[in-house]
């Protein structure tokens, strides 16, 4: 079945850049996901990326996505405190999302 | 617009005691979704509904079950709680469209003792 692989922790200091990876399993995903949840809150979509873009880049945000190897990451430029969160990849399998575990990006002052 | 909101925001139940779980949006989607969120798991599909009167399971739907009268509204029962149950619920939603993308609510934190 469809399966999604996040690594759980990511910590950084302000200013430099942060790299999410994610791994998924469904070939056929027509597409791919980011969301962004703040402390007590749910999910909210930072960017998608359609399966036959290998690139999307969105003001601080870069998405890439290797199909061949099925990865997919979250590049965030000059990270500020303000980006502390858990950042979810999830696949569209269907009409429905499967999401990863969740990496939790902890940035430090 | 209220966008997608969810009642209670908590709540603690004894073991074998039932309650429901609202979820309302006011955005005219078609497609509704109930989510468990537990620690290190991600988000797991508990069941979901692509239109009014519609219901399916989703990945983990043991010990739930859910109505979708009005398109608005998506319900989630627990008959008789468990600890398992023991979790922090989303509701989303989305249109019918090509990029599918699904608005969260903010989450009903539930305890099961």
């Known amino acids: 079945g469809e399966d999604v692989e996040q690594s759980l922790f990511l910590s950084v200091r302000e200013g430099d850049s942060s790299v999410i990876n994610c791994t998924y399993t469904?070939?056929?995903?027509?597409?791919l996901y980011w969301y962004k949840q703040e402390p007590g809150a749910g999910l909210q979509l930072l960017t998608y990326?359609?399966?036959?873009?290998d690139m999307k880049q969105d003001q601080r945000l870069t998405v890439l996505l290797n199909k061949k190897d099925k990865h997919l990451s979250l590049r965030i430029a000059d990270t500020q405190t303000g980006d502390s969160a858990i950042y979810f990849c999830?696949?569209?399998?269907?009409?429905?999302?499967?999401f990863g575990q969740g990496t939790e990006l902890s940035v430090k002052p | 617009n209220a966008g997608v909101t969810q009642t209670p925001k908590f709540r603690v139940l004894k073991t074998g005691q039932s309650m429901t779980l609202l979820c309302a949006q006011d955005?005219?989607?078609?497609?509704m979704y109930w989510y468990r969120q537990d620690p290190g798991m991600g988000l797991r599909l508990i069941h979901y509904?692509?239109?009014?009167?519609?219901?399916a399971k989703g990945e983990v739907p043991d010990g739930y079950n859910v109505s979708r009268l009005k398109k608005q509204n998506f319900l989630l029962g627990l008959e008789s709680a468990a600890p398992s149950q023991t979790s922090v619920y989303f509701c989303?939603?989305?249109?019918?469209?090509?990029?599918?993308?699904?608005?969260f609510g903010p989450g009903t934190r539930l305890t099961v003792l």
């Open positions: 469904d070939s056929s995903s027509t597409y």
């Open positions: 509904s692509v239109g009014e009167g519609t219901t």
């Open positions: 989303a939603s989305s249109l019918v469209d090509s990029n599918n993308e699904q608005f």
């Open positions: 955005m005219n989607h078609e497609y």
């Open positions: 990326i359609f399966s036959n873009m």
């Open positions: 999830a696949e569209r399998a269907g009409g429905k999302l499967i």
